[in-house]
């Protein structure tokens, strides 16, 4: 073996990369991982590399262009607590069913178990929110673990995997032929369950669609609104979901999830057949298994899914079909009803209460995000990306924004603060031409504030709204309700938001009255445009507005009153 035909480690892993039609990457820089890092240099022409400030935001950022893109996420990161770090990201991945890979730099093979510098077992770490764990003890098999990672992120429910680098590994040395990825498999119904499937609907009488998960592009979509179109159903969007139909689309029923409309609950449970494609029936979107029952629920359940795993998981369904948004896109293309559906006008009624929720109401206050959010719908061209935190702001753009397909929203399922602004990085990153929006709180942004840098040193030209109330907004409302009027442990002292991104280089507004919001935002769409930099508004806004349909001195009056009855 000549040693001209050895390559090291950190170059086959990254020749690998390529294979797999990575073309960037998020990390943190590591000692632990430099070979990696010089293979980069390298081939910076074919990968780009963004150098994220903390863990957490490149991980957040890895996620989400897995989310926006259908393509899998990578981040590099260090061991230790840069691992740590980076697993908000990789549980928001697990939970939202998102392609993503971490590498981890590791520790050398010479001093495992000995609690030495930086030493974390992964496996133990990582197994409860990951698909696998793993770590490359070997120079030679870099390849064919780099490509199983990228099937097992990527097949049946995606999620995220962690490959750990030992040192000897990177640095090392191995003459290895290159491993291909494998073509990506997408599962069909059967012949037998589109029958059935088709039988179901000729006996219901106010059949419901639920459609989320991950995996869809516009091809699949297409065929599922045709087939939504055919049959006259009412379709909703799994909770934070809401690009997985368009909503606009005369069908459209509205977002299925914590703090839906009460028609669109009560149309959910009343419905005699429930058709949840690609989606898992979660806690958020049933409103704590309440809405569908579980493990029995009351309508009868048809549950189409990429992964077998999940099918009887919580619910007990009619129909269990294992296929993944392409498999169940291209098998109802072309069914069609036999007669005219019985149900023919529950889509007209569904989407005229989805409308009517779409009209703001009032705000205590001088500032009414729900006028924000509507004034920005008219505003916003249809394929702007969308990027929102978590928060009961987020409420706002999920109750008065529209989305039209892949890559115009990005939120995490999970909940997690914090994610609005790495996600809107990514999104910029990966469609330069669109508008990028930012939601964030200001409890949530402060959680990420610090890749304003990041935007900054790569010229993005996001905007970012942060809703400023002083305070955890969700966890006050919570508070009010279980323990009224024993506020504590909740507010915040802010910085000068605007003042911040002035100092990174950026435009910065403060607004406080709703008025003043759409000049604001026309002067932050056009520096970020011109200079490509990042734009923030801050919006102040009165803590009582705590959801677009309640206030929080209406939620503590109900408390007390329940208190004493």
């Known amino acids: 073996m000549s040693e001209s035909s050895m390559r090291p480690g950190g170059e086959i892993l990254v020749r690998h990369l390529m294979l797999n039609g990575v073309r960037r990457v998020f990390m943190v820089a590591g000692e632990s991982f430099l070979p990696c890092i010089d293979s980069l240099y390298e081939h910076r022409d074919e990968i780009a590399t963004v150098s994220f400030r903390q863990e957490g935001g490149a991980a957040y950022a890895a996620e989400a262009h897995g989310k926006l893109t259908g393509e899998t996420g990578v981040c590099f990161v260090t061991r230790g607590p840069g691992a740590t770090n980076a697993s908000i990201g990789l549980h928001t991945a697990y939970q939202d069913g998102t392609p993503m890979i971490l590498f981890v730099g590791q520790i050398g093979s010479d001093t495992v178990e000995r609690d030495c510098f930086q030493e974390i077992d992964y496996r133990r770490m990582f197994g409860p929110m990951t698909k696998w764990v ?48 494998s073509p990506r498999a997408h599962p069909h119904p059967a012949p037998a369950e589109i029958d059935r499937l088709a039988h179901l609907l000729e006996e219901a009488e106010r059949p419901f669609m639920i459609v989320g998960g991950a995996g869809w592009n516009d091809d699949a979509l297409a065929q599922v609104r045709g087939f939504a179109e055919r049959y006259d159903l009412p379709v909703g969007v799994s909770w934070r979901r ?21 028609k669109l609950a009560q149309r959910m449970e009343e419905a005699d057949l429930l058709l949840a494609v690609c989606t898992r029936l979660d806690e958020p979107t049933t409103e704590g298994y309440i809405h569908v029952t579980s493990p029995l629920p009351r309508q009868r359940l048809v549950h189409v899914h990429p992964d077998a795993n999940e099918l009887g998981r919580v619910y007990r369904s009619e129909l269990a079909v294992v296929a993944d948004p392409t498999g169940f896109a291209a098998s109802v293309a072309t069914l069609s009803p036999k007669a005219r559906p019985r149900w023919t006008g529950a889509a007209k009624a569904a989407n005229a209460d989805y409308q009517a929720t779409l ?14 959010s509507a004034s920005l719908r008219d505003r916003l ?24 397909g892949p890559g115009t929203q990005a ?13 809107a990085i990514a999104a910029k990153l990966a469609f330069p031409e669109r508008t990028v929006v930012c939601y964030a709180g200001d409890g949530c942004f402060q959680m990420t504030i610090q890749e304003l840098g990041t935007a900054a040193q790569n010229r993005l030209g996001i905007v970012v709204l942060v809703f400023n109330n002083g305070m955890w907004g969700t966890i006050r409302q919570h508070q009010e309700r279980e323990y ?10 802010n910085p000068d938001f605007a003042a911040l991104v002035r100092a990174y280089g950026g435009h910065g507004e403060t607004v406080s009255r ?18 490509s930099m990042p734009a923030l508004i801050e919006v102040q806004y009165d803590p009582n507005g705590i959801t677009p349909d309640t206030t ?13 009855a």
Not at 411 to 423: D, E, F, Q, T, V
Not at 514 to 531: G, H, L, P
Not at 552 to 564: F, N
């Open 411 to 423: 939120s995490p399922i999970n909940g997690s603060m914090g994610y609005g602004l790495p996600a």
């Open 242 to 262: 809401l690009e997985c139909f368009d909503n606009r689309h005369p069908n459209f029923a509205g977002h299925v999830g914590y703090g839906m409309d009460r």
């Open 552 to 564: 929080l001195a209406a939620v503590r009056d109900a408390a007390l009153a329940r208190a004493t």
């Open 134 to 181: 793993a770590s490359i003890d070997r120079t030679d098999r870099i390849p064919e673990y780099v490509a199983r990672a990228f099937q097992v992120a990527r097949s049946g429910r995606p999620g995220p995997v962690v490959l750990a680098l030992p040192e000897d590994t990177l640095w090392g040395k191995a003459n290895v032929a290159d491993v291909p990825p």
């Open 359 to 372: 009209k703001p109401g009032p705000m205590p206050g001088e500032t009414n995000l729900a006028e924000i």
């Open 514 to 531: 709703t008025a003043d919001f759409s000049a604001a935002f026309e002067r932050a769409m056009s520096f970020a445009d011109r200079e």
């Open 381 to 404: 061209p249809n394929d702007a990306c969308i990027t929102v935190g978590a928060g009961n702001f987020a409420l706002f753009p999920h109750r008065f924004l529209q989305f039209s």
């Open 484 to 493: 009224p009027a024993r506020v504590f442990g909740l507010s915040l002292t």
